[in-house]
């Protein structure tokens, strides 16, 4: 059982060019989260998805995309990355029927330069 | 909205002194409340977790109490290990959401 798997773990990109990071999910869970984390700011949610085929919007979501298209995956995508965009993205999930706790991949760090 | 409040760091105590990190929260209904712990390039792992009010998690020797009465959640241990430092969650799930709530963090260093 892997639990929650991001890729990649590493990343580096231009400002103005575009890349997807991807979070898997085994545990069949319904509701999948993207989050970044940066200094003194804490966890801060930026889209969030409760079921296949449906995401929404969280804190701070301008300048990302995602998409759900299998329950078990969720998109998070940067059309034109910017130096502001430099941080840890953080992908969980949370199923009603398993258990209480939300469960996180290991993170990706991604630099704009 | 859910809010959760957790008193800010770093926090720095010497090993096998005692350690306390307040929590306090904002909810509708009977969330269930979290200790997720952060080791240095690592994602977030599940330390604790309480369900219900009165309810006490512990793991790893960390406790917390689900303190209804008084909002609260903090986390307390009576020995730290210089393994134990790490930056430290609370979170809640429920009282009306399904997307969990953190707060901002604590940084706790431990010197030998």
């Known amino acids: 059982n892997a639990g929650v798997t991001q890729t990649p773990k590493f990343r580096v990109l231009k400002t103005g060019q575009s890349m997807t990071l991807l979070c898997a999910q085994d545990m069949n869970h319904e509701y999948m989260y993207w989050y970044r984390q940066d200094p003194g700011m804490g966890l801060r949610l930026i889209h969030y998805?409760?079921?296949?085929?449906?995401?929404a919007k969280g804190e701070v979501p301008d300048g990302y995309n995602v998409s759900r298209l299998k329950k078990q995956n969720f998109l998070l995508g940067l059309e034109s990355a910017a130096p502001s965009q430099t941080s840890v993205y953080f992908c969980?999930?949370?199923?009603?029927?398993?258990?209480?706790?939300?469960?996180f991949g290991q993170g990706t760090r991604l630099t704009v330069v | 909205g859910n809010s959760v409040t957790q008193m800010e760091g770093p926090v720095t105590l010497s090993e096998e002194a005692f350690l306390t990190i307040n929590c306090t929260y904002t909810a509708t209904g009977y969330p269930s409340l979290f200790w997720y712990v952060q080791y240095p390039g690592e994602g977030l792992q599940l330390l604790l977790k309480a369900t219900k009010a009165d309810d006490k998690g512990s793991n790893k020797g960390f406790e917390a109490t689900y303190r209804k009465e008084t909002t609260s959640f903090h986390l307390e241990k009576g020995s730290v290990q210089v393994s134990d430092s790490a930056v430290y969650f609370c979170?809640?799930?429920?009282?009306?959401?399904?997307?969990?709530?953190f707060g901002r963090g604590t940084s706790l260093i431990v010197h030998p």
């Open positions: 998805s409760v079921g296949e085929g449906t995401t």
């Open positions: 979170a809640l799930i429920g009282g009306g959401s399904y997307i969990p709530t």
């Open positions: 969980a999930s949370y199923g009603l029927d398993s258990g209480t706790e939300a469960f």
